[in-house]
């Protein structure tokens, strides 16, 4: 009783072959990954390092309050410049009270 043969042993015979025929494949593959590699450019290697630095937790969490201070101090300087724009509307209008005859584009002159 012979078993039957099994249909991968061909593929697997050829394998074999091409294997042994090309010793230099794994230097060629290790070159071209080489290549490959130095083609990325420091852009690459820029997102690569900052993903080393953020992955570590103290550097993580100074990211992260770096970026709230940035936050606070924007919205600082946005509420200071309507707080501006609203105490020069106050004193506009408070003139107006005032001298309702005063216009808006005479400017006082001085003799």
């Not at 946005?78 to 216009?103: F, G, T």
Request: contains cysteine.
């Amino acid at each position: 009783m012979n078993p039957s043969p099994d249909p991968l042993d061909p593929l697997l015979d050829r394998w074999r072959h091409t294997e042994a025929e090309t010793p230099s494949l794994a230097p060629e593959v290790w070159r071209r990954i080489g290549v490959e590699e130095r083609k990325k450019g420091a852009l690459a290697s820029f997102w690569e390092d900052l993903d080393m630095w953020l992955s570590r937790p103290p550097f993580a969490a100074l990211f992260v309050a770096c970026c709230a201070l940035l936050g606070l101090f924007l919205a600082e300087v946005r509420v200071n410049r309507h707080e501006r724009q609203q105490s020069a509307l106050l004193a506009k209008s408070y003139l107006q009270l005032i001298d309702p005859l005063l216009k808006e584009d005479v400017v006082a002159k001085t003799p």
